[in-house]
């Protein structure tokens, strides 16, 4: 009977955990679902927000990343938007996924004026909040793979910020990382509640930043 104790109590503290991790994946991705579009029905918005997805050893965007800012350049060819914020990791010397990205979309013909850099974005939740609090974004076209979409929505979207979505393929030859790209989310969405909920700082916030502002007004 005393050896039985213990072993509930694992029992209850793993059904608790288990609970909680469902809650959380469910709050998160099923509250945008209507806001995920396609590239060619998704309503027009100011700014594409364009979230880091690493860098190859060369120091050019990732497949991935790829995929994400050349959504990005169609959306602002077709006039959808008007600025493109592209956040991302920036904190080790040699790796710079902002710059990297810029210098992509830049050499596809988006003007220099219209990408704005954000070196802070270290996850999706302090992408999100920043791009609110530090850039003034308060409606936005997110960018990212299908599996990531609905958490990026969900954190912009607590973040205050008008968001809608367009994902991009996240095709790849390696299936071991089509598993484990879908796997992380469950923690990942567990963050992204708890974050919403204690409703978190980004590790860098910072004073507030006109750059977004400038590249709007340059294009009208």
Not at 8 to 23: E, H, K, T
Not at 161 to 167: C, E, K
Not at 184 to 194: I, L, M, N, T
Request: glycine share 8%; with cysteine.
């Amino acid at each position: 009977m005393t050896g039985s104790r213990p072993r509930r109590l694992v029992g209850w503290l793993l059904l608790l955990v288990a609970v909680a991790v469902a809650g959380s994946f469910g709050w998160v991705q099923v509250s945008p679902a209507s806001r995920i579009h396609t590239l060619e029905d998704v309503p027009g918005r100011p700014v594409a927000l364009v979230l880091g997805a690493g860098l190859r050893p060369s120091g050019s965007p990732s497949l991935f990343l790829t995929r994400r800012l050349d959504a990005a350049r169609r959306l602002y060819e077709d006039g959808k938007v008007r600025a493109v914020l592209v956040s991302g990791d920036s904190s080790r010397p040699g790796y710079d996924e902002p710059t990297a990205m810029r210098g992509w979309l830049v050499a596809r013909g988006v003007p220099p004026s219209a990408v704005v850099r954000d070196f802070a974005g270290f996850d999706t939740h302090d992408t999100c909040v920043r791009a609110r609090q530090v850039f003034g974004v308060d409606a936005a076209v997110v960018l990212t793979q299908d599996y990531h979409l609905r958490r990026a929505l969900f954190s912009c979207t607590q973040a205050g910020i008008d968001a809608v979505g367009v994902s991009v393929s996240s095709s790849t030859d390696k299936p071991r990382n089509f598993v484990t790209y879908r796997l992380r989310e469950g923690p990942a969405a567990v963050k992204a509640a708890s974050d919403a909920a204690l409703d978190t700082e980004p590790k860098h916030l910072g004073d507030y930043d006109p750059s977004v502002d400038e590249a709007l007004a340059a294009r009208h």
